[in-house]
């Protein structure tokens, strides 16, 4: 199932870095439901992949399958050169970290101890606990703006607090390569942009991100690259400003929307057309 409007265009103004994780030829669901089939898509390394595309799509399930929580039916996930089905889990462990959808701490745990568990594959009967891993943490919660909160049950934190914990965690992991399913959910918008300005920041670390999200806007001011899916296969890929057009929108979605520059930003502004309170010439 080839890609239709792909664009490729480098992402900003430089070439693009060859891929870290790719999928080839894909066909992956749930039982007997195929909901990807036949599906190629490359993450371009140093960059904020943002995947798009409307309920049931297949957006979540493809980010599953990249951070190898589904095995495919068909087809080869590829981290680092390497087919990510025949490495070890905790090898995985050190070369990607995964934000699933809304995670949930056991009740009571702090903050640190939970952080701390992103440090788990690194460890085995002859390396234990060090001072090295203690500086891990310590960084990690530093970077994410919660070293403040260490000894705070997880359960008592707001839900911006909350995420900004859960990706302390993946960063302890060690890797500087994220994903992120549905960052931003349940989180009102002054959260929501406190922790995607987080994954900005991480991305101006070096880290690669690839993230699902549902608010266009968000997606498009936050992301390098889009993938905009649709039925289990990609409609499009590039940077938001080759990408976003109110056709792709109309294909995508189903949405009838104008596309306007962004008054604050150097990105497209997506703007719905409803029935009310819409003045068209």
């Not at 994780?21 to 898509?41: Q, S, W």
């Not at 070096?206 to 608010?215: N, Y």
């Not at 940077?239 to 930003?265: C, N, S, W």
Request: proline share 5%.
């Amino acid at each position: 199932m080839g890609a239709q409007h792909t664009t490729t265009t480098e992402i900003e103004s430089g070439v693009v870095d060859a891929a870290r994780l790719a999928a080839e030829g894909v066909t992956v669901g749930y039982g007997a439901r195929t909901v990807i089939e036949d599906l190629d898509v490359a993450i371009p390394s140093g960059v904020v992949t943002t995947i798009i595309g409307p309920n049931g799509c297949g957006k979540s399930t493809l980010l599953r399958t990249l951070s190898r929580l589904l095995k495919p039916a068909r087809g080869t996930v590829v981290l680092d050169g390497d087919d990510i089905g025949r490495l070890r889990t905790r090898d995985v462990a050190k070369k990607l970290g995964l934000l699933p959808q809304a995670p949930v701490a056991p009740d009571g745990l702090t903050v640190s101890d939970l952080v701390a568990r992103g440090r788990h594959p690194h460890q085995s009967w002859l390396r234990q606990w060090s001072s090295d891993d203690a500086a891990v943490v310590e960084r990690a919660l530093a970077m994410t703006g919660v070293s403040d909160l260490a000894d705070r049950p997880v359960d008592s934190l707001s839900g911006g607090q909350r995420q900004r914990v859960w990706i302390s965690m993946t960063l302890a992991q060690g890797t500087d390569l994220l994903l992120l399913d549905e960052p931003t959910t349940y989180l009102d918008l002054a959260h929501a942009i406190d922790v995607l300005d987080l994954v900005d920041d991480l991305h101006e670390s070096g880290c690669t991100v690839v993230m699902v999200l549902h608010d266009l806007n968000l997606a498009v001011r936050y992301s390098d690259n889009l993938v905009v899916m649709r039925d289990g296969s990609i409609l499009a890929q590039g940077h938001p400003r080759d990408v976003i057009t109110a056709e792709l929108l109309h294909e995508a979605f189903g949405l009838r929307a104008k596309v306007i520059d962004d008054p604050v930003g150097d990105r497209p502004l997506i703007v719905p057309i409803g029935r009310a309170h819409v003045q068209l010439p």
